[in-house]
Structures are given as structure tokens and as C-alpha cells.
């Protein structure tokens, strides 16, 4: 598959919900101590989003490194925007930050 075709699906994901998590394994069943922080965050801020296994797509899971500029896993996606990793995300959770971004993009029912 070509690169062009690989970061067509990435904006595809990206463009799917307001808040897509790109991790290891899924929401139920992660496959990495790092993702599943992450999950509890979100959860914690009751936030809806779309999450991609990167485990299920190789390609993908290589292009996303290059397409973001970040070279770990997971990575947060808010209104297509990479917003970070672990320790982005749970220092805005732990600071509250978290939870406006995600409602503000529309994440969080009312």
C-alpha cells in the first residue's frame, strides 16, 4: 500500500470523532500499561471516542509515527489535532485540564 493511501486512512480515523485514541489493543482489553492509562482518563472524564488498535494495522501503526512526529503509542487525537501521549494526557487529567478539552470538542455529553 502506498504512503499516500496509508495517511488517507489515518485522516480518515482522525476525521471519524472528535477524540480518536490511537493505542495498543482496545478500550476493554489494552495491550500496554501506557494505553490503559490513558482509557481511564477518558473514561474518568466520561469522554466518547474513537479508538484505533494499532496492533490490528501494521502499516498504519509505522506512517502514524511520521504523520504525528511522535514516536510512541498511544496518541491522542482531539478534533484532529495530536494532543500527546500518557504523560501529556494524565498530567492534564491529574491538573484538570482534560476534561474542558474534551468537552469542548464535544466528547462529553452535558
Same mark, same amino acid.
Given at each position: 500500500?502506498?504512503?499516500?493511501? #496509508? ?12 477524540? /480518536? %485514541? ?15 492509562? #490513558? #482509557? ?19 502499516? %498504519? ?28 494526557? %494524565? ?9 474542558? /478539552? %474534551?468537552?469542548?470538542?464535544?466528547? /462529553?455529553?452535558?
Amino acid at each position: 500500500m502506498s504512503e499516500s493511501e #496509508v495517511s488517507a486512512r489515518i485522516k480518515a480515523h482522525i476525521e471519524k470523532s472528535p477524540v /480518536v %485514541l490511537f493505542m495498543k489493543g482496545t478500550p476493554d482489553f489494552p495491550q500496554c500499561g501506557f494505553s490503559a492509562q #490513558v #482509557v481511564a482518563a477518558l473514561n474518568a472524564c466520561h469522554a466518547a471516542f474513537h479508538a484505533v488498535n494499532i496492533f490490528e494495522d501494521p502499516e %498504519l501503526r509505522e506512517a502514524l509515527k511520521a504523520y504525528s512526529n511522535w514516536p510512541t503509542y498511544p496518541q491522542l487525537y482531539v478534533r484532529g489535532e495530536l494532543l500527546g501521549g500518557c504523560d501529556i494526557l %494524565l498530567q492534564m487529567y491529574r491538573s484538570g485540564e482534560l476534561a474542558p /478539552v %474534551l468537552k469542548e470538542a464535544g466528547a /462529553v455529553a452535558a
